[in-house]
């Protein structure tokens, strides 16, 4: 009988940080600022969309590239934010989130063998995606605690295979916005050396002080870019899966080629509700940034005053904090550590690396939490905090 299970090409993965925290923040009944996954519903007018939708019946699949009221209002908030022009016909695919998308790109784009350039650390969807598709994941590390871009080290890890080069900003989990400098380091790179780009922008609408630019805007990069968005981040709905792909009509064709027979279509009565989401008043978009930027110091401020060094994310809505001052070996012992006995669910950062070891002091707390939950771990953490002083608890 054949061995039966996972393939060698997914094995090395194994299972999702997400799914593992999660399920220990249910078993510990901790406060769960591991998943980055909002604890309150979206806003009212988008339920009413998508309950009304369900009631109009509408609920067939929808067009397979997207409906077209949601490919157009993706076009005009593109438009809007960044200044270019995008044919919601041709240049747009709708896919089950960001996720799909990013597989829809690997599976479309490259060829077995072929190298992806991704900087790390890494949503963990990544390489993983990279390896269904036959690819090779070619990883450059962001050094810590500056999770900068670095041009030699880019360079150094080109090949004459490397054919993508996948960037994300603002980026998960450190909450950095590329910069200027940045920006023009990866346009130069793609341009030399004829990379396509995928530009993972899903937290394009959560930037606080310094404002998201996407790459699209570099010299040479409209061309070869494909930018990723998601409902889910902008409109606090993460279990609608509504997320797109916005590119050349080439690029835009290949994801197509493959979001045909990955998935068709995302949830039509969902798609009628994002193209409603999208067009929402500029208000909505301020508001939004407004309360997350609360959230933000509400978690960072508190961090701090429970031992950890923590700088403020300029984006996204993950904050970054180091655990040194507990004396743990790393990242998973803490965490392990602090969902049993602080009741506090985090990620540890080491399932973003190739390398696990360079997050060994790192972890990651996720605020797009209500008030009453960044409250309430604060304090179970100041306790927790206060145990390790104390000598009652200490690192294992
Ligand atoms: N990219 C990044 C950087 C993410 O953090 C996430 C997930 N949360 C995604 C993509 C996937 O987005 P979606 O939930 O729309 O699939
Ligand atoms: N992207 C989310 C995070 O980083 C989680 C997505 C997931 O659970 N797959 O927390």
């Known amino acids: 009988m054949r061995t039966l299970g996972v393939n060698s090409r997914l094995k090395p993965f194994g299972a999702t940080i997400f799914a593992e925290m999660t399920a220990l923040a249910v078993k510990h009944n ?3 600022l591991g998943q980055g996954a909002p604890d309150f519903d979206g806003p009212e007018f988008l339920k009413e969309a998508a309950i009304k939708a369900i009631r109009d019946g509408r609920g067939q699949y929808a067009r397979m590239t997207g409906l077209p009221e949601l490919t157009k209002a993706i076009a005009e908030r593109f438009h809007k934010t960044s200044g270019m022009s995008y044919d919601p016909e041709r240049d747009i695919v709708v896919t089950c989130g960001a996720t799909e998308a990013i597989v829809d790109c690997m599976i479309s784009l490259i060829e077995p063998g072929d190298e992806v350039l991704m900087f790390e650390p890494f949503y963990d969807s990544y390489p993983a995606a990279v390896a269904m598709a036959g690819g090779v994941s070619k990883v450059v590390t962001l050094e810590a605690p500056a999770f900068r871009i670095d041009e030699a080290a880019i360079r150094a890890a080109i090949t004459p295979k490397t054919r993508v080069m996948l960037v994300n900003s603002p980026h998960n989990p450190s909450g950095r916005i590329l910069d200027d400098a940045e920006r023009a380091i990866v346009a130069r790179i793609a341009n030399e050396f004829d990379l396509i780009v995928i530009s993972d922008e899903v937290y394009e609408e959560l930037w606080y002080e310094t404002r998201h630019r996407t790459l699209v805007l570099e010299p040479g990069m409209r061309e070869r870019t494909i930018v990723l968005g998601s409902l889910g981040k902008s ?3 993460t279990g609608w899966k509504v997320g797109w792909a916005i590119a050349p009509a080439p690029l835009a064709a290949a994801v197509r080629s493959a979001h045909q027979f990955a998935s068709f279509c995302a949830a039509t009565p969902l798609q009628v509700a994002a193209a409603a989401a999208l067009t929402a008043p500029e ?12 959230r933000r110091d509400r978690m960072v401020f508190g961090l701090r005053e429970c ?3 923590c700088d403020l994310p300029q984006g996204s809505y993950f904050a970054l904090a180091d655990h040194s001052s507990f004396g743990f070996a790393d990242d998973f012992a803490f965490c392990r550590h602090l969902v049993e006995h602080g009741g506090v669910a985090a990620i540890p950062p080491g399932a ?3 390398n696990r070891s360079k997050a060994k002091s790192l972890v990651r707390f996720a605020f797009c939490k209500k008030d009453a939950t960044i409250d ?6 100041a306790k927790y905090r206060a145990k390790f002083e104390s000598g009652e608890l200490a690192a294992t």
């Open 30 to 32: 901790a406060f769960n």
């Open 235 to 237: 409109f606090s709905f």
């Open 283 to 294: 208000t909505y978009f301020d508001e939004f940034r407004a309360e997350y930027r609360a």
């Open 307 to 309: 031992g950890f060094t």
């Open 352 to 354: 973003f690396y190739a």
């Open 376 to 381: 309430g771990a604060l304090e179970r953490l």
